[in-house]
């Protein structure tokens, strides 16, 4: 991993002839006393680490560039569509060069379908400045919100600071379980609990349906399900149905992205026809090359673009939001989008995405597959962890699940045993940096979880790092 991860504060040294600042923690306010370090971003100070297989997060990998050129001044009769330095590079309209939001309509219109009319669509600095914005469009000090049982601590990171209360909803393979939603608005008690019924749930989705509540929609993956994973050896349990559409999407040109299209899972846009949800999408903006080692997501996350979907009334007043907080994104994040959209055009884009379903539909099977290969592991028809097809490494939760509750106090042994110095160099985010802090539907005590993400590793890391979690666990549990 480049050494360019470092944190800089780490290692700077401070001139000591001159005297510190004073401490003015006084005059902080109380949402600023109450922000923590980031679950997520606490790793980075590990994966500089020589040897360290990074498996902890969607991490972009070093990536070559497209080339193009962006004019100065763009000659011939003026068009409101057309991208230049001059205008780019000055202050813009919170809503960003013209051709940007003509762009995201099209692919919105034509991908998630919305089933109402006056939808729109505004650009950001990428999801977590849309999230933050939307936290404080709709959610009052003190509120609780409703998240699924995992959920995003990025996301959290924005509202805690605020008091407001997570209320964790229990979940399946398909996202939050109807009756449990249910269950926990029907029974919500104000005056006990001393605050008003949730109005905002914050998903990471795939269908629930609630009722008054505002659904915001944040799916960062959504064009990168890419279906069950088969274990080697044993037959696919696809439908015919499902079988000719993925056969479809392999097809070039314009059939192949149809069914691609037609795969994705659908948006909560598609359903909502009255102006309760607000989708979240992360930056479109990708100047990697189509090289097969170069992807994360769908985009460069340092692009730092992305634009929000909702209702004229949600995008007036985030509008307003952003001319009051960052303007408008960045007029250089803006040009080089824009121009290679321009280039793509909508089919060249989904077929830009199609690579990357592809890239990760084989990253994905060399996981599953070293991890089949290193450890036991057995279907479970109630809880998932693996994409589409219910599976959980329950072989050494229950062999150790007596070492497992010894242990428990250790909060999960992903960073006590994987950090230096020593020779398992693998770095996995802890599951407890996801739990939404409720009851679990998927697991419970006795188990202990972590996240993987397969972007970046190649095929000899992921063996590796398979390799070594096995061996870790095998000391840990002594089994
Ligand atoms: C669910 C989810 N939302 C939002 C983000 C961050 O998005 P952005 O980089 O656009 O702020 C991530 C990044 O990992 C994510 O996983």
Known sequence: MDSAYAIPSQTRETVTSLPKAKDMTHHLNQVTKNRQASSLKELYKYMTYPGMSIMSWLFPATSQNSSFTIPKYVSGPPNPAAIQLSTSLQYQSATGPPALPLFLRE????????????????????????????????????????????????????????????????????????????????????EKRGKRRPHVMYTIPTGQNPTDVIICEDEPYYCLYTGEWTPKGSASERSVVAQRLADAEKEEGSEG??????????????????????????????????????????????????????????????????????????????ALTTTMLQQYGFDGYIRWLRGIKALYNMRKTWLCDALADEFHLEFNSRSTLFPERSQTITGYAKRASSAWDEKRGLKGPALL?????????????????????GEHAIGGNGYGYYRLAFSIATYE????????????LTKFFRV
Do not use: C
Request: no cysteine; proline share 6%; aromatic share 12%.
């Open 107 to 190: 692919y919105v219109e034509k991908v998630y379908k919305p089933a109402y009319a006056d939808w729109d669509v505004l650009i950001n600095v990428g999801a977590t400045d849309g999230w933050s914005k939307i936290v404080q469009l709709l959610l009052e000090y003190g509120d609780a919100i409703l998240v699924e049982e995992w959920t995003y601590p990025g996301a959290e990171n924005t509202f805690l600071p605020y008091e407001i209360e997570r209320v964790a909803v229990k979940m399946d393979a398909e996202g939050m379980l109807p009756e449990h939603l249910e269950s926990v608005l029907r029974g919500w008690d104000e």
């Open 417 to 437: 045993t994987f950090i230096p110095p020593t020779d398992n160099l693998v770095l996995f985010a802890p599951g407890w940096g996801f739990d939404a802090g």
């Open 257 to 334: 992205n149809e069914a691609f299209i037609k795969a994705l899972p659908p948006s909560f846009l598609a359903f909502d026809v009255d102006g309760r949800v607000i989708r979240m999408d992360v930056s479109v903006g990708n100047l990697n090359d189509a090289d097969s080692q170069t992807f994360s997501k769908t985009s460069t996350p340092g692009s730092r673009l992305g634009w929000i979907t909702t209702s004229p009334l949600f995008i007036e007043r985030l509008t307003r939001a952003t001319e009051a907080g960052t303007q408008a994104p960045s007029g250089f994040a803006t």
């Open 461 to 472: 890391e992921v063996r590796v790092a398979m390799g070594t979690f096995s061996k870790v």
